[in-house]
């Protein structure tokens, strides 16, 4: 071989070797690189990061229309981002869902239709295949005050009242990226309700405050309930006709071995979105919940007011602005 051909091929190997060192050094979330065969020269991700931020709207405006009806105006934000980190037998996933919306019907004052922060961290060691030990944090709340309408006076809830803080030990089943069940025979669950009004009133199952015979305020109401109980967390994503309809299922049961067991609290959020082009979507979102600490005003026959607790049920439909990565 000759001197000239021996000096281009061996700049060549050194331009390769200069790029594929450059390239594992640039590329974010990396771990490290195994060059003994030619399928490990793939970079191994550790972290993947997904998120989804979506404005919605819709408009009803009316002029001299004979049938009735009046003007109304909504607009709904959500922000689901997702951060999985995998190592070796370690997997940790984190997930960040947020949404705030308001809506204005005639000349009524806007109210809101939409307001969650909802926070999960699922820390898991490989047990076998598609098992691992696992530990669950979960953290939720809203943004702002909320009101039994027309009654806008009087708070029925605000942030951080209430606000749920859960942690939890058990087996989590991840057969691949698209389901996942955390399934938790031990769980502590623990409700806040920072708002003394709502706290004396016993609001979301605290211990209400004491009054005497005359009304005079005894004791305060407890800002905290602290349950011990059993809890499953079912989460399934997937995206459908080359990716331009997504689907989300988050359901959840938390049982309080400490009182009434039998009472489970079921909550049940379905969301899909239909990508009509690459920053515009549909989306559809219901989200069904039943809590028997969480209670409603209802009349009886007789015309009695008593608190009970009812499934609660929110569905959403707007068309918008989305963003993907």
Not at 20 to 28: L, N, R, W, Y
Not at 193 to 215: C, H, I, M, R, W
């Amino acid at each position: 071989m000759q001197g000239g051909t021996k000096l281009k091929i061996l700049a060549l190997l050194f331009i390769v070797s200069i790029s594929v060192k450059v390239k594992a050094f640039s590329t974010p979330f990396i771990v490290e690189q195994d060059t003994t065969t030619a399928d490990t020269l793939k970079p191994t991700p550790t972290w993947v990061i997904k998120g989804n931020f979506a404005i919605t709207f819709s408009q009803i405006s009316l002029a001299n229309w004979v049938a009735g009806g009046e003007n109304a105006i909504s607009g709904n934000g959500s922000t689901l981002i997702t951060a999985n980190y995998s190592k070796g037998k370690n997997k940790w996933d984190n997930t960040l869902d947020v949404g705030y919306g308001l809506t204005r019907q005639g000349k009524d004052k806007q109210i809101k239709n939409e307001d969650r922060i909802d926070i999960s961290s699922i820390y898991g060691r490989n047990a076998s295949k598609k098992w691992y030990y696992s530990t669950m944090l979960g953290f939720k709340t809203q943004f702002a005050k909320g009101y039994k309408y027309p009654n806008d006076s009087t708070a029925i809830s605000d942030f951080m009242a209430p606000a749920y803080l859960q942690l939890s030990l058990g087996m989590n089943y991840k057969p691949n990226n698209l389901f996942n069940v955390m399934i938790s025979p031990v769980s502590g669950k623990l409700t806040i309700v920072n708002v003394q009004e709502l706290a004396n009133k016993g609001s979301f199952g605290v211990t209400p405050a004491k009054y005497d015979e005359n009304g005079n305020l005894i004791k305060q109401g407890e800002n905290t309930r602290t349950e011990l109980g059993g809890s499953v967390k079912i989460l399934y994503t997937n995206e459908f006709w080359q990716k331009k309809v997504g689907f989300r299922s988050k359901t959840e049961f938390f049982s309080n071995y400490m009182d009434k067991p039998q009472n489970i609290d079921i909550s049940w959020d379905i969301t899909i979105e239909f990508r009509i082009t690459t920053y515009i979507s549909a989306k559809v979102q219901t989200w069904m919940l039943y809590d028997n600490d969480q209670k409603v005003e209802v009349k009886s026959q007789n015309g009695e007011t008593k608190k009970v607790s009812k499934v609660q049920v929110k569905e959403m439909l707007g068309i918008g602005f989305a963003y993907k990565f």
